[in-house]
Structures are given as structure tokens and as C-alpha cells.
């Protein structure tokens, strides 16, 4: 659906000013249906790269393409696309009405009230159909970007930081939107800095590090990423092996970590001992966890 | 792509409904007409009549000339300084066709003011019992297509640079001013300077007039029908160049517009 192959951007920041090298050997891959997000921090390069897929940006060299295409300012292929920008970079001087008509009537499409209406209906929005964009808050003018997709099917959604400033009770709400937009079908490309968000939403994820992806994969892959230790839970009043650690006891149920090479170990102390095994899983860390190992590391790990 | 155009023009009307600029700028100039008009309303003179009516037509004319710049200027300076253009191009919508949409929603409301104030100076007419002259719609024509061409050059400039330098260019370098330049340089040259660098400025001055574009194309001809608002039957010719230099010139200052629009970075 998107692919990006060795994407160069550099630019001068004004006339005179020093020039910024954005992204610097840049080369990743979307698949359709995929719900993939793009972490880095702060000047990593993630708006870049999502400028350059939405064709804002030109690459210096290398390759973007987008649903087969190179994106260029208002071709075709927007035809199922959404974007949503980081800031309010809406036209503040419409109503919430007009704006959806509007942004929705962008796709060379007549729009009927009944759309509209429903659409804002949806996201709780009909009682302020006659507010101005400018009086309207951060939340407000994230679902009038979001209405196009309920109005269109969206076959490429674009985020750009879409929870920042967003209330905790508008931040719910609105994954509850992405969820459903991506069960209707949707590639939804995302870029936070809330590794809690997209641990909950994405499947795929690639961390970006000084304009370069430094790790693209699967975000379970992320979540046992080099990990050392087994979580295990097994039925057991004796003694427990000494590699067992961080033991919890609830009634005569054990809890613990045993380290990876302790592990066919465990496994003929349970079989010998005649335990009943209940849980036995790679132990799992936060994304942020996981970033962080990678971004110390400097790339990913063997 | 009908569509397109029909919602891009309707929201750009939406937008000069309710720029609070525009309306400043509309409400000083009406406040100037009104004290124009005020005196003559009280005086029941047939000649003086007439000069009140041509004042004010003139004054609501020049207004028009310069709101006609406010219309190019603020539609592009907006819209690149909220960035919002970014929602549009990443939809199947041009810059090509935006651009489009800004300059026939421009021209779209520079002719309704241009009619509203031809439309009042027939009325003025009527009440104050004078002929109503033909003087009045072609004035109205070469100033709505002296206007057109205003529009494409500002939206050029604000494209490019900084409203603010947009403006300051626009004002000092018009083709006016060069022409004034060039009569002086003649002048000095008349008068027995043959300094070579003079006659070189005399030309750089002649080549830098004939570039920059004109209010009026013609309007060492046309002078004459603006001051006395009498038209004579070969004189409607003159609206017809004026607004096939227009058209040139509009077509121009579009596409240089749009390669610069296409080269920015809507980021």
C-alpha cells in the first residue's frame, strides 16, 4: 500500500537558514489493512515521512509510492484518502457543517445533507453543526477531519499526533473511531508520541531515529523484543527451584520468572514433580520499554 | 470537477463574507463616500449635481481598485499562512483547480461590488434628476477589468513573497510610477545631458514600464470618458483591448502563481 525505498529529504529552514536534513536513507513498508504506527522522538523524521506519503514533500531521492503511485498535490489517488494534520491547519473561518460538506465535497463528489448530518450525528457533533471551526476545540475539529471517513469510505487514513490535547474521555471516544474505521477496511498510518496508544491500536510499528527507520515489525514481535525471562504460574506447595524469581504465592498457586536458558530445566522439574503447569509465556514489555531498549541500542537488536 | 470548483468557490465566498479585514477595509471606505456625499445631497444644482455623482462614482471606483487587491491578496495569504491548503491537496483536488476557484471567487465578488456601485450611481442619477450615462457602465467595465488584472498580479505576489512585500512591490513598483521615471530621464536627456548612464537608466526604466503590469491599459485614452462620462461610439473598442490585456496578463500572473504553489511546501 505505501512503500518508501531509501526516501532523502533535506531542506533549508528560510533563506539563509541551516539546512535540516529530515530523513536520511528513510525505507519502509505498508501492507493494506495494516493499522501501522510511527514512533520516534521529537525531529526523528515521522511527520516528514508522513509529508512525503501524502506528497507535501518531495524526496531529495528515493522512492514513495502510494497505492502504486507516486503522490503528488491533489492527484487521483487521494480518491480514498484521508489525512488529519498534527495541528488545527483547518479553515477556521467555516462552520462544522460547512467544513464537513466541504472537506467531504473535496473528493469531486456531491454530498447530501442526509450524509453530513448523519456523519456528525455519529460523532456527537449535530448540536454544534453552526459553530465556528475557530471556536471549536482541538477534540471538535479532529471528528469534522474524521467525518470524511464516515462520509467516504476511506481506503488510507493519516494521522499526524491525532490524540495530542485531547481529553482522556475525547482520547477514548476517538479510538473507538479508529477501531471501527479499520474494521470497515481501512490502512490507518499513524504517528504519537503515545507509546500506550499505539500498543493498544497498531499491528505494526516502525521506529524512526534521525530520518531513518531503525526498526519496522510486527508490534507482538516489539512486545517479547530480546527477552530474557519466562512468566510461569504452576500448582505447588514444595520447594521451588532456585532460578525461580520474583515468586508470588496465591493459595498453592506459584507465580514467578525463570530465566530463558533455565527453561527445559523448569520443564522436567514440573514433569518430574508432577505439577500442573498453568501458564508458561515469554514475558511481555510495554512498547515504551521496548523503544527505549532500541533507541539506547541504536538499532535493533540481533 | 464541477463540483470541485462549485465548493471551493462557495467556501471561498463564505470566506470573504467573513474576513474581518475585508469588512474594515469595506467599512473605512464607505465611511469616506459617505462624508463625500453628505455636502452635495443639500445642494439642488444641476452642475453641482453632476461633479458629486462623478466624485463619488470615481471614489467608489478607486476603492474598488484597491479592494480588488485586498480580494487577490488575502485569499492566498490566508489560506498559505493556516496551512489549510494541506487539507485540500491531499485530496483529489489541484492546486490548479484551487488557484482557479480563488481567482473566479475573487473576480466573482470584485463584479457584484462593481455593479452595486453602478447600480448606485444610476440611482444617484435618477433621484438627483441627470441623464443616466453611458459614461457610467464603461467606466464600470474598465475598472472591473482593470480590477481582474489587479487580482491576478496580487495573488501572484502574495504567492511568492510576504503579503507584506507583496503589497510594498505592488505600490512602488507599478508601471506608473516607471512611466513618470522615464518622462524625467527623457527630460534630462532634452535637456542636454548626454550622460551615458542616464540614457542607460532611460532604458532600463523604458524596459522595467513596459514589464510591470498597468491599471489601465489604455487609459490615455479612456481618460477622457472617466472625467466627463461621455461615450463616444469607437470608444467601446477600448474595453474590449483593455480586457484582452487583462486576460494576458491574468493568464500570466495564474500560471507563474501556480508553479509557485505547486514548488511550496504546504507543511
Not at chain 1, 508490534?219 to 514444595?238: C, H, I, K, P
Not at chain 2, 464603461?138 to 488584472?149: P, Y
Not at chain 2, 513598483?173 to 548626454?194: K, V
Not at chain 2, 513596459?210 to 467601446?236: C, Q
Amino acid at each position: 500500500m505505501i512503500i518508501a525505498d531509501n526516501v532523502h529529504v533535506h531542506f533549508r529552514r528560510g533563506l539563509l537558514g541551516k539546512q535540516v536534513r529530515a530523513l536520511t536513507g528513510l525505507s519502509l513498508e505498508v501492507r493494506e489493512g495494516d493499522f501501522f504506527a510511527l514512533v520516534g522522538q521529537n525531529g526523528a523524521g515521522k511527520s516528514t515521512a508522513m509529508y512525503c506519503f501524502l506528497g507535501l514533500l518531495k524526496p531529495n531521492s528515493g522512492k514513495v509510492q502510494v497505492l502504486g503511485r507516486t503522490p503528488d498535490l491533489g492527484s487521483p489517488l487521494y480518491e480514498g484518502v484521508a489525512y488529519l494534520p498534527e495541528e488545527p491547519h483547518y479553515h477556521l473561518y467555516l462552520t462544522v457543517e460547512e467544513a464537513t460538506r466541504y472537506y467531504a465535497s473535496l473528493y469531486g463528489k456531491s454530498i447530501p445533507t442526509k450524509s453530513v448530518d448523519q456523519a456528525l450525528e455519529r460523532l456527537g457533533m449535530a448540536q454544534f453543526k453552526t459553530l465556528p471551526l475557530s471556536k471549536c476545540s482541538k477534540g471538535m475539529k479532529q471528528k469534522v477531519g474524521i467525518a470524511q471517513c464516515l462520509i467516504h469510505e476511506t481506503r488510507l487514513l493519516f494521522l499526524d499526533e491525532p490524540t495530542r490535547g485531547l481529553d482522556p474521555l475525547m482520547v477514548r471516544e476517538f479510538r473507538e473511531t479508529l477501531r471501527d474505521i479499520h474494521q470497515r477496511g481501512a490502512t490507518i498510518v499513524m504517528n504519537s508520541h503515545v507509546l500506550s496508544e499505539i500498543e493498544m491500536l497498531a499491528n505494526r510499528v516502525a521506529i524512526i531515529e534521525r530520518g531513518k527507520v531503525i526498526v519496522q515489525d510486527e508490534l507482538r514481535n516489539l512486545l517479547t523484543l530480546d527477552q530474557e525471562l519466562y512468566s510461569v504460574a504452576f500448582e505447588g506447595n514444595g520447594v521451588v527451584p532456585d532460578y525461580l524469581t520474583s515468586i508470588e504465592r496465591l493459595g498453592n498457586l506459584v507465580k514467578g520468572s525463570i530465566p530463558k536458558e533455565k527453561l527445559y530445566d523448569f520443564m522436567d522439574y514440573t514433569r518430574i514433580s508432577g505439577l500442573h503447569l498453568h501458564e508458561c509465556s515469554l514475558k511481555k514489555i510495554s512498547l515504551e520499554d521496548s523503544f527505549f531498549k532500541i533507541i539506547k541500542g541504536g538499532g535493533a537488536p540481533a | 470537477m464541477t463540483e470541485l470548483l462549485r465548493a471551493n468557490v462557495l467556501v471561498n465566498f463564505a470566506f470573504y463574507r467573513r474576513s474581518r479585514l475585508l469588512l474594515a477595509f469595506m467599512l473605512v471606505f464607505l465611511v469616506l463616500t459617505a462624508l463625500i456625499s453628505l455636502p452635495p445631497l443639500f445642494i439642488n444644482s444641476g452642475v453641482q449635481s453632476f461633479n458629486s455623482l462623478h466624485e463619488i462614482f470615481s471614489t467608489l471606483n478607486g476603492f474598488l481598485l484597491f479592494l480588488a487587491g485586498g480580494l487577490g491578496l488575502f485569499i492566498i495569504s490566508s489560506h498559505l499562512r493556516n496551512r489549510s491548503l494541506k487539507m485540500v491537496f491531499t485530496k483529489p483536488c489541484s492546486p490548479a483547480l484551487w488557484l482557479t476557484s480563488a481567482f473566479l471567487s475573487a473576480v466573482a465578488v470584485s463584479f457584484l461590488l462593481h455593479c452595486i456601485v453602478l447600480g448606485g450611481a444610476a440611482a444617484l442619477s435618477l433621484g438627483w434628476h441627470l441623464p443616466v450615462r453611458a459614461g457610467l457602465v464603461f467606466v464600470s467595465m474598465d475598472t472591473f477589468i482593470a480590477s481582474v488584472g489587479i487580482i491576478a498580479y496580487m495573488m501572484l505576489l502574495t504567492t511568492v513573497a510576504h503579503p507584506a512585500i507583496a503589497v510594498t512591490f505592488a505600490l512602488i513598483f507599478n508601471a506608473d510610477l516607471f512611466y513618470e521615471f522615464q518622462r524625467w530621464t527623457m527630460a534630462m536627456i532634452r535637456s542636454g545631458n548626454s550622460s551615458p548612464a542616464l540614457h542607460a537608466l532611460e532604458k532600463l526604466v523604458h524596459y522595467l514600464y513596459l514589464l510591470l503590469p498597468m491599471v489601465y491599459a489604455f487609459g490615455k485614452k479612456t481618460e477622457g470618458i472617466h472625467n466627463s462620462l461621455r461615450v463616444g461610439h469607437g470608444d467601446w473598442k477600448f474595453v474590449l483591448y483593455s480586457a484582452v490585456y487583462a486576460t494576458v496578463l491574468s493568464a500570466f500572473c495564474y500560471f507563474v502563481a501556480l508553479f509557485a504553489l505547486q514548488r511550496k511546501r504546504h507543511i
